[in-house]
């Protein structure tokens, strides 16, 4: 038994690597499915187990679903190329105040659709306005990276990991804000600040002004309902302490659908140009959780979060929260959201604990490119556009933005009791 375990950790550590690294330049998918295969085919894990690991994901497949939908329709129909040619005007030829424009606007997108939905939705517009602007678009593009992770606690439903970490256990909205209000309004200023420090020089100069901005057609108005609508939609459902997954994935389908029989076009090239990818990344991830969890690695954390929150439970809350912050670089935050979930259920932890492993979890991954889904997405969506972002350049910029926000979100929950 003990060289099972042993195998299934190294090749559990040896394809997180290779997500991280990508060999070859060959996508993240393709590491993540092969690891999974070859833990599934040598009998380190049954396949009905796999299988269950796989479903465990359903409702965040139907999530991404849902928003690569109504990205991929929104680009189509200049819903992007819209906004992109509005902000770059509302800028006046100043790209430091484009920049502030971008963030607010991440900002707002991440707290009221997801971190997801500004990796897919929003870092299309923004590619589109550096390009009308005539700018560097690496500044802007981090910063739909970065505010995807420091604003994705503002509310529940502002990052799906949120929803796995709690399980069953959601608090109600007003006692999430009284909880998460402070910490995410420090994040999201802390992480402003630090960012924009860091792109000082990409930031001097001016930029194009006084675009021409074409009336939004019809076809781009519909787009634009139906994300809002899904806003909406996700608010409501959270509100009920629903699963977004279905929702988001209906009013993909229908947005998608209504502009397609508005055009009388088959479906097939807007299905053909959606990054599908990534669904079976995830599969993958979740499925090496699975693997983890079976080699007993959630009974020993349980075992030492236990006796930590028993004899020093505020210097184990921060501890946990810094822990899996950068556990989730190494693993992806959603598979580490899962782990966090399942020790913390174990291990009877207080709500201090939970809170400041949220924390981490949703903040921890701007360190680096593969730390969460979002950022994941986010390349994604770069590299469709001829932008590259390598591991050590979002990195060298990670680890300066990343802990100062971390250490002042989690100590003011935990300053708050």
Known sequence: MASHNLLAWIICAVTTAAVITRPFKWPEAIWAVSGAVLIVALGLLPVGDALRAIGKGADVYLFL????LLSEVARREGLFDWVA??????????PKRLFL?????GTVVTIFLSNDATAVVLTPAVFAA?????ANPLPFLFVCAFIANAASFVLPISNPANLVLYGNHMPSLGAWLQRFLLPSALSIVATYLVLRWTQRRP?????AADLAVEPLSINGRVAMAGIGLTAVTLLLVSALDQPLGLPTAALGVLTATVLQLRRRALPWPLLKDISWGVLPLVAGLFILVETL???GVIRALATLLEQGARSAPASTAGASGLTIAFASNLINNLPAGLIASSTAAVAHAPQSVVDALLIGVDLGPNLSITG?????????AIRREGEEVTFMAFFKVGCVVMLPA????????MLAG
Do not use: C, D, P
């Open 65 to 68: 679903i849902g928003m690569m």
């Open 293 to 295: 969890n079976r080699t």
């Open 101 to 105: 424009l971008i963030y607010g606007a």
């Open 130 to 134: 550096a390009r009308k602007a005539k």
């Open 203 to 207: 930031l001097e100069g001016t930029i």
């Open 406 to 413: 971390l250490l002042l979100a989690i100590g003011a929950r």
């Open 372 to 380: 969460s889904l979002a950022t994941i997405l986010w390349l994604t």
């Open 85 to 94: 040619a509005m902000a770059v005007n509302h800028a006046q030829a100043s």
